[in-house]
């Protein structure tokens, strides 16, 4: 019998100082060679590290939907053309190469 190991289900950000849960991260945005990770209850925290080195740690629930943006799905309310709109009111672009990926997601995300 195999067994896997679980999925993460808290990212550690300020080299391990802080966890936080992936369930209530809404997106990661990028801001040169700085992310920021917007939370649920509305706070921004920054780190040091590019938006590129987080692709790995996060879970297939967070979907790269532009250059500079990794969304978690369960916050995605709808998509209206190439524009996203948030659970928490926020509009995010969408890429248009990132338009069939969105599509071809179950439908409990869109």
Known sequence: ????????????ILRNKILVPL???VRLEADK??????LNDGR????SR????????LPES????NKGCFLNLYY???RQGRQ???SDGSVIPLARRKIKLLKSLPSSFV
């Not at 019998?1 to 550690?12: I, Q």
């Not at 060679?33 to 917007?38: D, K």
Request: charged share 10%; aromatic share 12%; proline share 7%.
């Open 33 to 38: 060679n700085y992310t920021y990770i917007i």
């Open 76 to 78: 995605l309310s709808r």
């Open 1 to 12: 019998m195999n067994t896997f190991p679980s999925p993460p289900s808290t990212l550690s």
């Open 62 to 65: 967070f979907v790269r939907v």
């Open 23 to 25: 369930s209530s991260i």
């Open 44 to 47: 921004r925290l920054m780190t």
């Open 84 to 86: 996203l709109l948030l």
């Open 50 to 57: 590019n938006l590129g080195s987080y692709q790995t740690e």
